[in-house]
Protein backbone atom coordinates (compact mmCIF):
# COMPACT_ATOMS: atom_id res chain seq x y z
CA UNK A 1 0.00 0.00 0.00
CA UNK A 2 1.40 3.24 -1.05
CA UNK A 3 1.77 6.51 1.48
CA UNK A 4 -1.29 7.89 0.06
CA UNK A 5 -3.41 4.78 -0.23
CA UNK A 6 -2.29 3.94 3.30
CA UNK A 7 -3.56 7.75 3.94
CA UNK A 8 -6.86 7.35 1.82
CA UNK A 9 -7.35 4.31 4.64
CA UNK A 10 -6.69 6.27 7.57
CA UNK A 11 -8.82 9.20 6.38
CA UNK A 12 -12.19 7.12 5.69
CA UNK A 13 -11.83 5.23 9.03
CA UNK A 14 -12.00 8.69 10.86
CA UNK A 15 -14.49 10.17 8.61
CA UNK A 16 -16.80 7.25 9.50
CA UNK A 17 -15.91 7.59 13.23
CA UNK A 18 -16.67 11.58 13.23
CA UNK A 19 -19.87 10.58 11.63
CA UNK A 20 -20.57 8.27 14.15
CA UNK A 21 -19.71 10.29 17.01
CA UNK A 22 -21.37 13.78 15.68
CA UNK A 23 -24.60 12.08 14.39
CA UNK A 24 -26.05 12.78 18.09
CA UNK A 25 -25.42 16.45 18.66
CA UNK A 26 -27.82 18.60 17.86
CA UNK A 27 -27.46 21.18 15.43
CA UNK A 28 -25.41 24.27 16.13
CA UNK A 29 -26.20 27.25 14.10
CA UNK A 30 -23.67 29.98 14.53
CA UNK A 31 -25.12 32.61 16.45
CA UNK A 32 -22.58 35.36 15.24
CA UNK A 33 -19.58 35.08 13.20
CA UNK A 34 -17.02 34.92 15.82
CA UNK A 35 -13.74 35.05 13.37
CA UNK A 36 -10.46 33.08 14.36
CA UNK A 37 -7.52 35.51 14.75
CA UNK A 38 -5.97 34.02 11.47
CA UNK A 39 -2.06 33.62 10.84
CA UNK A 40 -0.58 35.96 8.61
CA UNK A 41 2.47 35.36 6.13
CA UNK A 42 5.78 37.50 7.11
CA UNK A 43 7.93 35.93 4.05
CA UNK A 44 7.29 35.47 0.76
CA UNK A 45 6.86 31.82 0.56
CA UNK A 46 7.88 31.44 -3.50
CA UNK A 47 11.25 30.59 -4.29
CA UNK A 48 12.23 30.80 -8.06
CA UNK A 49 11.43 28.10 -9.96
CA UNK A 50 8.57 27.15 -7.96
CA UNK A 51 5.84 24.87 -9.83
CA UNK A 52 2.59 26.45 -8.19
CA UNK A 53 -0.59 24.21 -7.76
CA UNK A 54 -3.84 26.38 -7.60
CA UNK A 55 -6.39 23.83 -6.82
CA UNK A 56 -10.30 24.41 -5.67
CA UNK A 57 -13.52 23.93 -6.52
CA UNK A 58 -16.34 25.48 -9.35
CA UNK A 59 -14.88 28.81 -8.77
CA UNK A 60 -11.15 27.81 -9.08
CA UNK A 61 -12.74 26.23 -11.97
CA UNK A 62 -13.87 29.74 -13.45
CA UNK A 63 -10.45 30.41 -13.88
CA UNK A 64 -10.78 33.97 -12.95
CA UNK A 65 -8.87 34.67 -9.49
CA UNK A 66 -6.15 31.64 -11.06
CA UNK A 67 -6.10 33.59 -14.48
CA UNK A 68 -5.05 37.02 -11.97
CA UNK A 69 -2.80 35.23 -9.67
CA UNK A 70 -0.89 33.34 -12.96
CA UNK A 71 -0.86 36.41 -14.69
CA UNK A 72 0.70 38.44 -12.01
CA UNK A 73 3.06 35.80 -11.21
CA UNK A 74 3.94 36.14 -14.69
CA UNK A 75 4.44 39.51 -15.22
CA UNK A 76 5.17 41.28 -12.28
CA UNK A 77 7.65 38.81 -10.48
CA UNK A 78 9.68 37.37 -13.92
CA UNK A 79 12.55 36.77 -11.70
CA UNK A 80 10.88 33.98 -10.17
CA UNK A 81 10.43 31.57 -13.07
CA UNK A 82 6.94 29.97 -11.73
CA UNK A 83 5.47 27.56 -13.92
CA UNK A 84 1.63 27.25 -12.76
CA UNK A 85 -1.21 25.15 -13.53
CA UNK A 86 -4.85 25.87 -12.47
CA UNK A 87 -7.04 22.09 -11.07
CA UNK A 88 -10.66 24.07 -10.11
CA UNK A 89 -13.07 21.12 -10.35
CA UNK A 90 -16.77 21.48 -10.16
CA UNK A 91 -18.69 20.83 -7.42
CA UNK A 92 -15.41 19.75 -5.56
CA UNK A 93 -14.54 18.84 -1.93
CA UNK A 94 -11.63 18.52 0.02
CA UNK A 95 -12.25 14.76 0.33
CA UNK A 96 -12.62 14.68 -3.50
CA UNK A 97 -9.65 16.60 -4.44
CA UNK A 98 -7.80 14.30 -2.41
CA UNK A 99 -9.05 11.33 -4.02
CA UNK A 100 -7.50 12.30 -7.18
CA UNK A 101 -4.54 14.69 -6.23
CA UNK A 102 -2.31 11.69 -6.75
CA UNK A 103 -3.36 11.19 -10.07
CA UNK A 104 -3.92 14.86 -11.36
CA UNK A 105 -1.77 16.84 -9.29
CA UNK A 106 0.91 15.15 -7.48
CA UNK A 107 2.24 13.39 -10.81
CA UNK A 108 3.40 16.90 -12.41
CA UNK A 109 5.94 17.30 -8.88
CA UNK A 110 4.51 20.81 -7.57
CA UNK A 111 6.48 22.84 -5.14
CA UNK A 112 4.05 24.95 -3.72
CA UNK A 113 0.17 24.92 -3.88
CA UNK A 114 -3.04 26.67 -3.18
CA UNK A 115 -5.91 25.31 -2.25
CA UNK A 116 -9.72 26.45 -2.28
CA UNK A 117 -12.59 24.76 -0.28
CA UNK A 118 -15.30 24.81 1.78
CA UNK A 119 -17.76 26.17 -0.42
CA UNK A 120 -19.66 22.68 -1.44
CA UNK A 121 -18.00 21.31 2.00
CA UNK A 122 -20.45 23.22 3.74
CA UNK A 123 -23.64 21.52 2.08
CA UNK A 124 -25.57 24.80 2.18
CA UNK A 125 -27.24 24.48 5.19
CA UNK A 126 -26.68 25.38 8.36
CA UNK A 127 -23.40 24.35 10.67
CA UNK A 128 -23.31 21.15 12.77
CA UNK A 129 -20.56 20.25 14.16
CA UNK A 130 -19.91 16.83 12.16
CA UNK A 131 -19.69 19.16 9.16
CA UNK A 132 -17.12 21.19 10.62
CA UNK A 133 -15.32 17.60 11.71
CA UNK A 134 -15.59 16.06 8.49
CA UNK A 135 -14.00 19.36 6.62
CA UNK A 136 -10.87 19.08 9.16
CA UNK A 137 -10.20 16.34 9.20
CA UNK A 138 -10.16 16.35 4.99
CA UNK A 139 -8.59 19.60 4.45
CA UNK A 140 -5.79 18.06 7.10
CA UNK A 141 -5.56 15.24 5.48
CA UNK A 142 -5.13 17.36 1.86
CA UNK A 143 -2.56 19.39 3.33
CA UNK A 144 -0.51 16.46 4.73
CA UNK A 145 -0.27 14.70 1.81
CA UNK A 146 0.91 17.40 -0.24
CA UNK A 147 3.70 17.93 2.58
CA UNK A 148 4.42 14.21 2.00
CA UNK A 149 5.75 15.55 -1.17
CA UNK A 150 7.58 18.54 -0.01
CA UNK A 151 5.18 20.66 -1.22
CA UNK A 152 4.27 24.02 0.76
CA UNK A 153 0.90 25.22 0.72
CA UNK A 154 -1.16 27.94 1.18
CA UNK A 155 -4.55 27.31 2.70
CA UNK A 156 -7.37 29.40 1.32
CA UNK A 157 -10.88 30.05 3.24
CA UNK A 158 -14.23 29.58 1.37
CA UNK A 159 -16.02 32.73 0.43
CA UNK A 160 -19.21 33.51 2.13
CA UNK A 161 -22.79 33.64 -0.11
CA UNK A 162 -24.28 36.53 -0.87
CA UNK A 163 -27.83 34.81 -1.14
CA UNK A 164 -29.11 31.62 -0.94
CA UNK A 165 -28.08 29.91 -4.17
CA UNK A 166 -31.25 27.85 -6.75
CA UNK A 167 -29.85 24.89 -6.45
CA UNK A 168 -30.72 24.84 -2.29
CA UNK A 169 -34.38 23.33 -2.62
CA UNK A 170 -34.23 23.41 1.67
CA UNK A 171 -36.50 26.26 1.98
CA UNK A 172 -34.81 26.44 5.65
CA UNK A 173 -31.33 28.06 5.49
CA UNK A 174 -31.06 31.83 5.58
CA UNK A 175 -28.19 33.68 3.84
CA UNK A 176 -26.69 34.22 7.49
CA UNK A 177 -26.82 30.48 8.42
CA UNK A 178 -25.33 29.68 5.67
CA UNK A 179 -22.34 32.15 6.02
CA UNK A 180 -22.06 31.11 9.49
CA UNK A 181 -21.25 27.94 8.86
CA UNK A 182 -19.15 29.08 6.11
CA UNK A 183 -16.85 31.27 8.81
CA UNK A 184 -16.93 27.99 10.90
CA UNK A 185 -14.87 26.40 8.34
CA UNK A 186 -13.02 29.48 7.62
CA UNK A 187 -11.76 29.00 11.15
CA UNK A 188 -11.18 25.39 10.97
CA UNK A 189 -8.99 26.12 7.31
CA UNK A 190 -7.17 28.80 9.46
CA UNK A 191 -5.83 26.42 12.77
CA UNK A 192 -5.13 23.72 9.78
CA UNK A 193 -2.82 26.08 8.59
CA UNK A 194 -1.49 27.47 11.74
CA UNK A 195 -0.95 23.55 13.11
CA UNK A 196 0.48 22.45 10.09
CA UNK A 197 3.15 25.58 10.21
CA UNK A 198 1.65 26.81 6.10
CA UNK A 199 0.14 29.40 4.84
CA UNK A 200 -3.46 31.06 4.86
CA UNK A 201 -5.74 33.11 2.78
CA UNK A 202 -8.54 34.72 4.38
CA UNK A 203 -10.89 34.34 1.57
CA UNK A 204 -13.98 34.90 3.73
CA UNK A 205 -13.58 38.16 6.11
CA UNK A 206 -12.58 40.80 3.28
CA UNK A 207 -15.27 39.20 0.75
CA UNK A 208 -18.25 39.09 3.48
CA UNK A 209 -16.89 42.70 4.48
CA UNK A 210 -16.90 44.15 0.60
CA UNK A 211 -20.41 42.27 -0.23
CA UNK A 212 -21.48 44.94 3.35
CA UNK A 213 -20.04 47.69 1.95
CA UNK A 214 -20.93 47.50 -1.29
CA UNK A 215 -24.70 46.82 -0.62
CA UNK A 216 -24.85 50.17 0.71
CA UNK A 217 -22.77 52.10 -2.02
CA UNK A 218 -24.57 50.52 -5.10
CA UNK A 219 -27.37 48.29 -3.92
CA UNK A 220 -28.26 44.91 -4.43
CA UNK A 221 -27.34 44.93 -8.30
CA UNK A 222 -23.17 44.22 -6.72
CA UNK A 223 -23.12 41.43 -6.14
CA UNK A 224 -19.57 40.58 -4.70
CA UNK A 225 -19.97 36.69 -3.84
CA UNK A 226 -21.29 36.72 -7.68
CA UNK A 227 -24.89 37.24 -9.13
CA UNK A 228 -25.64 33.55 -8.15
CA UNK A 229 -24.56 34.13 -4.62
CA UNK A 230 -21.59 31.72 -5.04
CA UNK A 231 -19.40 32.43 -8.63
CA UNK A 232 -17.90 35.76 -8.11
CA UNK A 233 -17.80 38.09 -10.88
CA UNK A 234 -14.38 39.59 -11.52
CA UNK A 235 -14.61 42.12 -8.61
CA UNK A 236 -15.18 39.60 -5.90
CA UNK A 237 -11.99 37.54 -8.27
CA UNK A 238 -9.80 40.24 -7.64
CA UNK A 239 -10.38 39.74 -3.49
CA UNK A 240 -9.84 36.06 -4.16
CA UNK A 241 -6.37 36.55 -5.72
CA UNK A 242 -6.03 39.82 -3.11
CA UNK A 243 -6.22 36.87 -0.14
CA UNK A 244 -3.89 34.74 -2.02
CA UNK A 245 -1.09 36.93 -2.90
CA UNK A 246 -0.86 37.94 0.92
CA UNK A 247 -0.90 34.35 2.04
CA UNK A 248 1.67 33.66 -1.02
CA UNK A 249 3.87 36.48 1.18
CA UNK A 250 4.31 38.94 -2.12
CA UNK A 251 5.59 42.31 -1.64
CA UNK A 252 4.32 44.51 -4.58
CA UNK A 253 7.75 46.37 -5.11
CA UNK A 254 7.60 46.62 -9.43
CA UNK A 255 9.97 49.10 -9.66
CA UNK A 256 11.02 52.67 -9.84
CA UNK A 257 12.00 55.62 -11.78
CA UNK A 258 13.80 58.75 -10.71
CA UNK A 259 13.70 62.05 -12.82
CA UNK A 260 15.96 65.37 -11.46
CA UNK A 261 15.30 68.01 -13.18
CA UNK A 262 16.97 71.52 -13.31
CA UNK A 263 19.55 73.80 -15.16
CA UNK A 264 17.94 72.74 -18.14
CA UNK A 265 18.71 68.87 -17.67
CA UNK A 266 17.02 65.96 -16.99
CA UNK A 267 18.60 62.75 -15.50
CA UNK A 268 16.91 59.91 -14.64
CA UNK A 269 17.75 56.23 -12.99
CA UNK A 270 15.52 53.38 -12.57
CA UNK A 271 15.77 49.81 -11.06
CA UNK A 272 13.71 46.74 -10.56
CA UNK A 273 13.39 45.45 -13.70
CA UNK A 274 13.21 49.04 -15.81
CA UNK A 275 16.59 50.80 -17.50
CA UNK A 276 16.61 53.85 -18.87
CA UNK A 277 17.81 53.64 -22.47
CA UNK A 278 17.88 57.28 -23.42
CA UNK A 279 17.09 60.97 -22.49
CA UNK A 280 16.17 63.81 -25.11
CA UNK A 281 15.02 66.82 -23.61
CA UNK A 282 12.49 66.02 -21.23
CA UNK A 283 11.49 63.03 -22.70
CA UNK A 284 12.81 59.61 -20.76
CA UNK A 285 12.40 56.44 -22.61
CA UNK A 286 12.85 53.13 -20.76
CA UNK A 287 13.03 49.22 -21.13
CA UNK A 288 11.29 47.47 -18.78
CA UNK A 289 11.32 43.72 -18.73
CA UNK A 290 8.55 43.77 -15.56
CA UNK A 291 5.09 44.91 -16.28
CA UNK A 292 2.83 46.64 -13.82
CA UNK A 293 -0.75 44.52 -13.46
CA UNK A 294 -2.83 46.46 -15.27
CA UNK A 295 -6.79 46.22 -14.85
CA UNK A 296 -8.27 48.22 -18.18
CA UNK A 297 -10.84 51.34 -17.13
CA UNK A 298 -14.29 50.34 -16.01
CA UNK A 299 -17.19 51.85 -13.68
CA UNK A 300 -16.86 51.36 -10.24
CA UNK A 301 -20.65 50.05 -9.97
CA UNK A 302 -19.57 47.18 -12.39
CA UNK A 303 -19.20 43.93 -10.38
CA UNK A 304 -17.64 42.12 -12.93
CA UNK A 305 -14.67 44.04 -13.66
CA UNK A 306 -11.38 43.95 -11.80
CA UNK A 307 -11.23 47.77 -11.58
CA UNK A 308 -14.13 47.56 -9.38
CA UNK A 309 -12.62 45.26 -7.31
CA UNK A 310 -9.77 47.14 -6.64
CA UNK A 311 -11.77 49.67 -4.95
CA UNK A 312 -12.65 46.82 -1.08
CA UNK A 313 -8.77 45.63 -1.52
CA UNK A 314 -5.36 47.71 -0.72
CA UNK A 315 -4.33 45.87 -4.06
CA UNK A 316 -2.84 49.07 -5.82
CA UNK A 317 -1.04 49.89 -2.61
CA UNK A 318 0.13 46.11 -1.51
CA UNK A 319 0.78 44.70 -4.56
CA UNK A 320 1.22 46.86 -7.61
CA UNK A 321 3.33 49.68 -6.83
CA UNK A 322 5.78 50.94 -9.72
CA UNK A 323 6.90 54.36 -7.99
CA UNK A 324 7.56 57.69 -10.15
CA UNK A 325 9.64 60.37 -7.98
CA UNK A 326 10.58 63.46 -9.93
CA UNK A 327 13.12 66.19 -7.85
CA UNK A 328 13.98 69.20 -8.51
CA UNK A 329 10.34 70.87 -10.10
CA UNK A 330 10.18 74.94 -9.60
CA UNK A 331 8.28 77.56 -10.75
CA UNK A 332 4.40 76.51 -11.50
CA UNK A 333 3.09 73.96 -9.08
CA UNK A 334 1.55 71.81 -11.43
CA UNK A 335 3.05 69.48 -13.72
CA UNK A 336 1.81 67.11 -16.39
CA UNK A 337 3.08 63.53 -16.74
CA UNK A 338 2.47 62.07 -20.23
CA UNK A 339 3.18 58.05 -20.00
CA UNK A 340 2.95 56.78 -23.64
CA UNK A 341 0.24 58.33 -25.16
CA UNK A 342 -1.91 59.60 -21.48
CA UNK A 343 -1.27 62.05 -19.15
CA UNK A 344 -2.57 63.70 -15.86
CA UNK A 345 -1.48 66.25 -14.20
CA UNK A 346 0.09 66.08 -10.30
CA UNK A 347 1.25 69.37 -8.38
CA UNK A 348 4.81 69.41 -7.76
CA UNK A 349 4.92 68.18 -3.78
CA UNK A 350 3.37 65.20 -4.87
CA UNK A 351 5.39 64.26 -7.72
CA UNK A 352 8.40 65.03 -5.23
CA UNK A 353 7.04 62.40 -2.43
CA UNK A 354 6.18 59.61 -5.82
CA UNK A 355 3.00 58.74 -7.35
CA UNK A 356 2.19 55.07 -8.31
CA UNK A 357 2.35 54.95 -11.77
CA UNK A 358 0.55 51.85 -11.99
CA UNK A 359 -2.81 53.08 -9.58
CA UNK A 360 -2.71 56.38 -11.85
CA UNK A 361 -2.54 55.41 -15.20
CA UNK A 362 -5.37 52.40 -15.79
CA UNK A 363 -4.37 52.75 -19.95
CA UNK A 364 -0.44 53.09 -20.18
CA UNK A 365 2.33 51.75 -22.48
CA UNK A 366 1.97 48.11 -20.66
CA UNK A 367 -1.89 48.24 -21.61
CA UNK A 368 -1.48 45.84 -24.80
CA UNK A 369 1.40 43.61 -24.24
CA UNK A 370 -0.57 42.92 -20.36
CA UNK A 371 -3.77 41.76 -22.47
CA UNK A 372 -1.53 39.17 -24.47
CA UNK A 373 -0.09 37.75 -21.72
CA UNK A 374 -3.23 37.41 -19.86
CA UNK A 375 -4.79 36.18 -22.87
CA UNK A 376 -2.16 33.39 -23.50
CA UNK A 377 -2.93 32.63 -20.12
CA UNK A 378 -6.33 32.26 -20.30
CA UNK A 379 -5.91 29.92 -22.92
CA UNK A 380 -3.46 28.10 -21.37
CA UNK A 381 -5.67 28.01 -17.90
CA UNK A 382 -8.87 26.08 -20.28
CA UNK A 383 -7.02 24.03 -21.74
CA UNK A 384 -5.84 22.65 -18.90
CA UNK A 385 -9.34 22.23 -17.79
CA UNK A 386 -10.04 20.48 -20.88
CA UNK A 387 -6.64 18.48 -19.44
CA UNK A 388 -7.97 16.57 -16.54
CA UNK A 389 -10.99 16.38 -16.58
CA UNK A 390 -11.98 15.54 -20.13
CA UNK A 391 -8.64 13.38 -20.81
CA UNK A 392 -7.29 12.50 -17.41
CA UNK A 393 -10.57 11.01 -16.59
CA UNK A 394 -12.05 10.53 -20.03
CA UNK A 395 -12.09 7.40 -22.07
CA UNK A 396 -8.68 8.55 -23.42
CA UNK A 397 -6.86 8.26 -19.29
CA UNK A 398 -9.21 5.10 -18.71
CA UNK A 399 -7.73 3.56 -21.44
CA UNK A 400 -4.13 4.37 -21.27
CA UNK A 401 -3.38 7.00 -18.73
CA UNK A 402 0.48 7.67 -19.58
CA UNK A 403 0.62 7.93 -23.26
CA UNK A 404 -2.76 10.79 -22.59
CA UNK A 405 -0.68 12.60 -20.14
CA UNK A 406 2.34 12.19 -22.83
CA UNK A 407 0.08 13.51 -25.28
CA UNK A 408 -1.80 16.60 -23.65
CA UNK A 409 1.48 17.78 -22.21
CA UNK A 410 2.88 18.15 -25.56
CA UNK A 411 -0.34 20.57 -26.02
CA UNK A 412 -0.31 22.10 -23.04
CA UNK A 413 3.66 22.83 -23.58
CA UNK A 414 2.41 24.82 -26.79
CA UNK A 415 -0.01 27.04 -24.53
CA UNK A 416 3.16 27.88 -22.68
CA UNK A 417 5.32 28.70 -25.21
CA UNK A 418 2.63 30.98 -26.39
CA UNK A 419 3.18 33.14 -22.81
CA UNK A 420 6.85 33.54 -23.38
CA UNK A 421 6.46 34.71 -26.77
CA UNK A 422 3.67 37.27 -25.25
CA UNK A 423 6.01 38.14 -22.64
CA UNK A 424 8.13 40.47 -24.32
CA UNK A 425 10.11 43.75 -23.30
CA UNK A 426 8.39 47.17 -23.37
CA UNK A 427 10.06 50.00 -24.55
CA UNK A 428 8.01 53.03 -23.23
CA UNK A 429 8.21 56.90 -22.82
CA UNK A 430 7.53 59.15 -19.70
CA UNK A 431 7.60 63.42 -19.96
CA UNK A 432 7.52 65.66 -17.69
CA UNK A 433 6.20 69.30 -18.13
CA UNK A 434 5.34 72.37 -16.43
CA UNK A 435 1.43 73.49 -16.58
Known sequence: MNRLSSSRWVLSV?????????????????????LYSAPRTTHLMLKPGDRLAICGDSITEQKMYSRILETYLTVCTPE???????????????DGFFERMQNDVLRFKPTIATTCYGMNDHRYRP???????????HLDAVVRAFEAEQVRVVVGSPGPVGKVPHWVKDAGPTVD??????????????KVAQKRREGFADIFLPMLTADRDALAKYGTNYAVPGKDGVHPGWAGQLIMAHAFLDGLGLGGDLGSLTIEVGDGKTEARAKGGHAVTDIVGDLVTLKSTRYPFCAPPAELSDDNSIRSGMQWVPFQQRFNRLILV????????????????????????????GINLAEEFAVNPFSGPFKAVDEAIAAKQTYETAQIKGEFHGQAGKADMEATVRRTEEERAAKVAAIKTAFQPVVHTIRVTAE
Open 127 to 137: YEPWIGELYRI
Open 14 to 34: LAVGCLLRMAWDAPAQAESFK
Open 177 to 190: ALNGNLAELRNLAA
Open 326 to 353: VKGLSGTPKHRVIWGTESRVFDAETLKR
Open 80 to 94: LNLSIRQYGWSGERA
